[in-house]
């Protein structure tokens, strides 16, 4: 591909806190037990503070306009991650080249039940919120509403619904044991979550192991001989140190950090703090830290790279084994791996079929990479594919960058993949794109 030119609740809190902006000094996250701890003082999930609307320039940045959905990828929901069929009830054929899906303008599905849901599905418990930003990991989803609350549904056994407990099933979504300052935005890796506050602070919860929730531990403990076992995080804990390592090796504390955006990868996180230099931890295999080595890290490390580049970092996308940083003259890295042959890109290193494109949105995924820009969408991903490139039938993977022609001349907001299968978000208010999507073949369910 050539490169372009630019162009909430109704339980009482255990005590009232006045509603002020100095309470969200305290790192109130951590007034809750580790996990495996006793319980001094009753968790109390509901109304925990006065709810009031984040600041409305903040709000205005989750807002992406009115919009239609498309689809492309597999579409036997019960087959996702599986090998073969054994079990599955409905199975229907891959869509490889992008669908309409439903007329609407826009469980681990926390619909009080497990049974899949076969089309977009207003959840019930959250129909009286106003729900900005939502995120899915493995078997988990956080939900953010407009107040900054966080609620939480899916798979708990390792804790990641943060709610302060280990049931293993939350069916409902269900407000996060948390007490400090507003939410911005969620994330969730494939057995942890990550939050972060209007103040600039993470806080993590759910699998420690790789050392994925920055605390400085892996979690790890024998239960016998034989068996090990984690030290789970039921609720959320500030993420406390930030750290660079010199060229001898040395660790240096980096203080005063104030995050303002991130990215979950499977085990691994990429933050941005304010001075838009990026940190990462986690699991460390091929790269996908940026840091020219293997090894996970338990902390918050500096990305040295882009510092000897003098780049600053601007946004950050985690996909299942690699990382993607956009800098802020618009170039896009790549570190880790999003292919299971061939070389690894270690640290950093420049996207150069993307040199000189306006990136919207991107959308990463197992192997795959989607992104809308300049109108256009670019795809590329080592097989197995499932036709969540939207390349078509007689190109279902690529590993290089290759623009879906299809889609040449939209407007797409924004881009989303799951294991799977993508979606695109269409402003069918722009004359051309309304045209184009009229005329797309529809997935009827």
Known sequence: MSSKRKPDGTKKAVKKRKNSESNYDS?????????????????????????????EELLAVYDKGPGKLLIAGMVSWEMTGKRDSKGVTKIRPNLFTFHRFTSETMSQLGHGDTVTCEK??????????????????????????????????????????????????????????????????????????????????????????????????????????????????????????????????????????????????NNHTVAIDSKNRA??????????????????????????FFDTQNRKVMRVFCGSSYSLAISDIGSLYLFGQNKKTGEANMYPKPVQDLAGWNITSIGTGYTSIVISADDSLIAWGASPTYGELGLGDLQKSSSTPKEVTRMEGMKIPMVA???????????????????????????VV
């Open 279 to 304: 940190y990462s931890w986690g699991f460390g295999g091929i790269g996908r830290l940026g840091h020219a080595e293997q090894k996970d890290e338990m902390v918050p490390r500096l990305i040295k």
């Open 417 to 443: 993949l799951g294991y799977s299968h993508s979606m695109l978000l269409v402003n069918t208010e722009h004359e051309k794109t309304k045209e184009k999507y009229d005329n797309l073949p529809e997935f």
């Open 27 to 55: 790192d109130l996250s951590d007034e809750y037990p580790r996990a495996g701890e006793p319980s001094t003082r009753e968790v109390v999930v509901e109304e925990l503070r006065p709810m009031e609307k984040l600041p």
């Open 120 to 265: 977009p599905t207003q959840v019930a418990d959250l129909a009286d919120f106003n729900v900005i930003q939502a995120a899915c990991g493995r078997n988990h989803t956080l939900f953010l509403t407009d107040t900054g609350t966080v609620y939480a549904c899916g798979d708990n056994k390792s804790g990641q619904c943060g709610v302060g407990n280990k049931l293993p099933t939350i069916t409902s979504p269900t407000r996060i044991s948390y007490n400090g300052p507003p939410i911005i935005k969620v994330g969730c890796g494939a057995e942890f979550s990550v939050i972060l506050d209007i103040k600039g602070n993470l806080h993590t919860f759910g699998l420690p192991e790789y050392g994925q929730l920055g605390h400085n531990t892996d979690g790890r403990y024998f239960v016998n001989s034989t068996k090990m076992s984690f030290h789970f995080e039921t609720q959320p804990r500030k993420v406390l140190v930030y750290m660079e390592k010199n060229k001898e090796g040395h660790v240096l504390p980096i203080e005063n950090v104030n995050i303002i955006d991130f990215a979950c990868g």
